[in-house]
C-alpha cells in the first residue's frame, strides 16, 4: 500500500506541475478573450456552452473563438516542442 499511495502523490505533483506550466504559457496569449475561453475550458472544466453564457457570446461565435484561440495557443507555445 505504502508503494501505491507513494505512486499516487507522485502522479499528483507532476499533475500539478504541468498544470502550473499550461496556464503560465495561456497567461502569455494576448488576446484576453482567448485566455479566458482556454481557462474556463482546460482549468476550470467548463461546458463550452456554459462559457458563451458566461461571456455573453453565441454558442457558434464561442467556437470559432475556441478554435483561433487554440491555434494562437499552439503557434504561441507548441511549434517549439
Same mark, same amino acid.
Given at each position: 500500500m ?9 502522479k499528483?505533483?507532476?499533475y500539478?506541475?504541468?498544470k ?6 495561456m497567461?502569455?496569449?494576448s488576446d484576453?478573450r *482567448?485566455?479566458?475561453? /482556454? ?5 476550470q472544466?467548463? #461546458?463550452? %456552452?456554459?462559457?458563451?453564457d458566461?461571456?455573453?457570446?453565441? *454558442?457558434k461565435w464561442l /467556437?470559432?473563438?475556441h478554435?483561433d484561440a487554440?491555434? #494562437?495557443? %499552439? ?7
Amino acid at each position: 500500500m505504502v508503494g501505491i499511495d507513494e505512486d499516487i502523490a507522485d502522479k499528483v505533483s507532476e499533475y500539478i506541475a504541468l498544470k502550473r506550466h499550461i496556464i503560465s504559457q495561456m497567461e502569455q496569449i494576448s488576446d484576453n478573450r *482567448y485566455y479566458n475561453i /482556454l481557462f474556463k475550458k482546460y482549468v476550470q472544466y467548463k #461546458e463550452l %456552452q456554459e462559457i458563451a453564457d458566461e461571456m455573453g457570446y453565441e *454558442y457558434k461565435w464561442l /467556437l470559432h473563438l475556441h478554435h483561433d484561440a487554440l491555434e #494562437e495557443f %499552439q503557434i504561441t507555445h507548441l511549434n517549439g516542442l
